[in-house]
């Protein structure tokens, strides 16, 4: 009895971790890049759901096949986000928190956006990926299975991507050794723009693969914001794989605890992990050592 | 008191301070009408929290937990006068003292890391906060505590808006006169060496987690303060009004966009930033109740493209006047503190 309660715990804790995994391997890895702290991301997740719901709306879309939509216009979305916003400020000598301001006005921006079109109504898709799949022991919905394995699929993608390809080598270089990079001969220019757009691009089909089973509000981004800086900082800021561990770390510590300890404290035994660890380790579990030396100045 | 200690009396930002306070009485005085008390008593409310939240930031620590502590102290000061009749007077300084406390926790893990990691790290646990506080039943949980109407100066309620101006008047000008003597201390010095370099501090002998500390439990200790005024304005409080991501990001504006760790910064932002809200506020809200958020982000977001190291920096290279320091100080510092002023021009983010 007990055991199938656990079962049913731990799956759908990684269910949801899996989708925590790839919204924070998109902030760290754009962290990692440009060492912007990128307050927008959350909400951009959010839109991502938002861009589900209208495509529904409007072409019947199963939020699947919005994937096909979402992930390339988030993509040009971020670098232009780069493009326009980022690359002006950092070339005036703006400091890092002058970026993390920036960063806030566009959140605040993109949540009064969704808020002026849809109030503050919940909105949600439906997916033709409907009924209940057995695991063992638990049951769980099987569009939360679905979105899982496409997150899963996205993040093992992605990381194949920066350990074996040259544009994933030539971000690792950027983020260990900037001035390094360049005189090697990156373009770095190119590269942040890349960073920007994948990591934007991870948020908004995060949001997407949410929508049919999490109820959106124009401020839905404001709770995975702060999930995504805790799994990366767990991670370790910066480090890809630290982030995808550390998403299905959290999402099974918030399973647990939501029932073991009492309904909403899930998220605060989660902060209190993440202050633990970074007693113990400020670099967090795979961050290089040193690394928490980077940050703001 | 030795000379060294009275010298400080004399130094600039208290000189300033001086000329802050007589603009304040005047605008006070010459106040119209009871819509611009509202907006002149946000105006000193959150340009002392944002200057209480900046002593922190004089040693480098940006905070984005601090509405940990004005939550802690509007509840502090709320329960004690809901439960016990505690007038909001005592419950005010409570407050502060349990903010401090909670600044005291916060501040022991969280000041080993630097920068972003300080940052990030306190919102976890403000977060962690607010969600206690929001299913805990004595504190009211997600329903918020309501305080009775009844005006009396000892229940620290007004009929009229003049009272809680002037508490906010007063609130503003003790935090700022704190805020400048700490500054032109020898502390103040301290923390103005840990941000320009943290190693140099420590190997000169500024015992530099220490000082971080102190500063940020001073730094709550005054937040905490304004709890309390907070509540007995509102006469209601939940977790949204003291303890959410929007009062975090205020304390972050207002410093930021006036200038990160400067005495007057905080205060400039907020000058600039509350009225321009009421502005768009009354101006584009005849479209749509969003609307006017929608342009203040914007707005936000163009003006730190155009100010990037904020307002106070822009208008110092405007006027370019010759730097004057009235606080003696002897040659070993003279030297540090040229070193800690050339390392925070360098501090920037090399483009």
Redesign the interface.
């Known amino acids: 009895m007990s055991t199938d309660i656990l079962a049913q715990l731990v799956v759908s804790g990684l269910l949801l971790g899996g989708l925590y995994s790839l919204v924070s391997a998109g902030l760290t890895l754009v962290f990692g890049v440009t ?1 912007v ?1 990128n307050f927008a991301h959350g909400s951009s997740m959010m839109l991502g759901g938002y861009a589900a719901v209208i495509l529904q709306k409007a072409l019947g879309f199963d939020p699947l096949l919005s994937l096909l939509v979402v992930a390339p216009v988030f993509m040009l979305g971020g670098m232009g986000l780069e493009v326009a ?1 980022v690359r ?15 960063t ?6 993109f ?3 969704v ?2 079109i849809w ?1 503050s109504e919940y909105q949600s898709t439906k997916s033709v990926i409907s009924g209940q799949i057995a695991i063992g022991p638990a049951s769980v919905a099987l569009v939360n299975v679905a979105a899982f394995v496409v997150a899963i699929l996205i993040s093992a993608i992605f990381y194949v991507f920066l350990r074996f390809t040259h544009t994933g080598r030539a971000f690792r270089a950027l983020s260990q050794d900037k001035t390094g990079a360049v005189v090697v001969g990156l373009n770095r220019n190119l590269l942040y723009a890349l960073s920007f757009g994948i990591g934007i691009a991870c948020a908004g089909v995060a949001g997407t693969l949410l929508s049919p089973f999490y109820p959106l509000s124009p401020f839905a981004g ?1 709770h995975f914001m ?1 999930v995504a ?2 799994v990366s ?1 767990i991670g370790g ?1 910066g480090s890809v794989p630290g982030a995808l561990l550390g998403g299905l770390l959290i999402g099974l510590v918030e399973s647990l605890s939501n029932y073991y300890i ?4 899930g ?2 035994v989660y ?2 992990v ?2 633990a660890v ?2 113990t380790r ?1 670099a967090g579990l795979f961050g290089a050592s040193g690394s ?6 | 008191m030795s000379l060294g200690s009275l010298s400080i009396l004399m130094s600039g930002n208290v000189r300033r301070w001086a000329a802050v306070a007589a603009l304040s009485a005047a605008c006070v005085a010459l106040v119209p009408n009871d819509y611009y008390r509202t907006v002149l008593f946000t105006i000193f409310l959150f340009a002392g929290m944002a200057s209480a939240w900046n002593i922190a930031a004089f040693g480098g620590q940006v905070s984005f937990g601090h509405a940990a502590f004005f939550g802690g102290g509007a509840y502090t000061g709320t329960l004690l006068f809901l439960r016990l009749g505690i007038s909001p007077w005592l419950g005010m300084f409570a407050g502060g003292v349990i903010a401090a406390a909670l600044g005291y926790a916060i501040g022991l893990p969280c000041l080993r890391l630097r920068g972003i990691f300080l940052g990030l790290a306190t919102l976890a646990l403000s977060e962690a906060a607010r969600i206690m506080v929001a299913t805990w039943e004595f504190t009211g949980a997600y329903r918020g505590l309501y305080v009775p109407f009844k005006p009396g100066f000892e229940n620290m309620i007004f009929d009229s808006k003049s009272g809680y101006l002037l508490l906010s008047a007063g609130y503003f000008l003790a935090v700022t006169l704190i805020s400048a003597l700490v500054y032109d201390s020898r502390f103040g010095l301290h923390l103005r060496g840990i941000r320009a370099d943290e190693e140099a501090a420590e190997h000169l002998g500024v015992p530099t987690f220490r000082r971080k500390l102190a500063a940020f439990v001073l730094s709550a200790f005054l937040t905490g303060l304004a709890g309390t005024i907070y509540a007995q304005y509102l006469l209601f409080i939940d977790t949204e009004t003291v303890f959410s991501w929007g009062i975090n990001v205020q304390f972050f504006l207002y410093g930021v966009l006036g200038g990160l760790g400067t005495v007057w910064g905080p205060t400039v932002g907020a000058v600039i930033l509350i009225p321009l809200l009421e502005i768009v506020r009354e101006n584009v809200s005849v479209l749509s109740q969003q609307a006017y958020v929608l342009v203040y982000g914007a707005i936000l977001t163009l003006t730190i493209m155009l100010l990037p190291r904020g307002v106070l920096s822009a208008l110092q290279r405007l006027t370019a006047a010759a730097p004057r320091r009235s606080t003696p100080l002897g040659r070993n510092q003279v030297a540090y503190v040229a070193k800690a002023e050339r390392a925070e021009q360098q501090t920037e983010v090399p483009s």
């Open positions: 060492r702290v916003l002006p400020l950092r070339h005036r000598g703006a400091t890092a928190l002058a970026l993390a301001f920036a806030i006005g566009l959140s605040i921006v949540e009064s956006l808020a002026l109030t404001t702060i800086f805790v900082l800021l009492g309904a909403s404290y998220t605060v902060l209190l993440f202050v970074l007693w400020p928490e030396e980077y940050g703001l100045q």
